[in-house]
């Protein structure tokens, strides 16, 4: 893959930091105490990359629990004060991010304000500053090319002159609907690539497993 993108537009969590781990351990902490036993591979196959007014559902669907009025906003702060303890970028991206020589953007499922503190815990909000998009600005969520589209509009460039780099299945799912090349990271702590449903479904996306290589695989838009 070497065609030159314009923009590269980067999903957040699992993408830039490292954060999928940690929010499924809290969402599985929580439902536990609701009485339903979830793991991991639960999390990834059903929840992973979605808004959580998507998780709320599919809990509601799958296992049969109406998640409490509150459960949301105790979610959101258990996070919060998870990432101040744990969160971690992706190994290398900084290096990649330094190294660009096209604009970035992030198109994340996540809240803005969970964003925002994220960004700012790893020490990104003066490079993405400005750049950021978020399900809340679009009526459909992934696995809807929205929000994808929505990010190459707000930044000048046409879909097809976009890169993704997604690494939920929904991701991209949504990135091959807004007819964007899209990459499939799988770096980040919470994947498992055998089997993975990218792959199966998507054979002709290319997996990067390492952020090292990913001047090897897009020469054209790196110094």
Known sequence: MDTKPKLVIF???GVVIDSEVISANVLIDKLAVLGAQIDMAFV?????GCQFATVAAKINSLLNITLPHAFELQYREQLL??????LTVTRGIKEVLAALTVPFCIATSSSLPRTTKA????GLSDVFAGNVFTGSEVENG???PDLFLHAARRMGVAPEQCLVIEDSFFGVTAAVAANMPVIHYVGGGHIS????PVAK????VTALTDWQDFAQLMPSIMR
């Open 201 to 204: 479904t998507f054979p002709q």
């Open 142 to 144: 992934k696995p809807a």
């Open 44 to 48: 990834q196959q059903h929840f992973l």
């Open 81 to 86: 004060l998870a990432f101040e303890r744990d």
């Open 11 to 13: 999903d957040c969590d």
């Open 119 to 122: 960004l700012s815990v790893v």
């Open 193 to 196: 690539y055998h089997n993975h």
